[in-house]
């Protein structure tokens, strides 16, 4: 999730390589929200990859839509608000939403 929120927080699109943990889920919001693609690893060969990386690369609306992206991250205070979330839950010792 740090690489994918790094690349997104500069405008860049992303190709993603899931492999174990949350990168599967990452890599699926990835492509619905239109920032990037990903190939499932066992689908990943070099052509692929290849052909993955130039389609993104190639096409506006990755672009865009990572631009878009970044816009909304500088806007956010995601450290103040994930503290203020922690914050929250400490104090309530309830689960906390959004």
């Not at 190709?15 to 174990?20: D, K, R």
């Not at 990755?62 to 909304?72: P, V």
Request: net charge positive; aromatic share 4%; proline share 6%.
């Amino acid at each position: 999730m740090n690489t994918t929120l790094e690349c997104l927080r500069a405008g860049v699109p992303v190709v993603a390589l899931p492999i174990t943990n949350d990168q599967p889920g990452v890599a699926a919001r990835i492509r619905q929200k239109g920032v990037g693609e990903f190939i499932p690893i066992r689908q990943a060969t070099a052509p692929a990859l290849r052909q993955t990386v130039l389609r993104v690369l190639s096409t506006a609306e990755y672009r865009e839509r990572a631009r878009h992206f970044a816009a909304e991250l500088q806007r956010i205070d995601g450290p103040g608000m994930a503290a203020a979330l922690i914050e929250t839950a400490f104090a309530t010792r309830q689960r906390v939403r959004r």
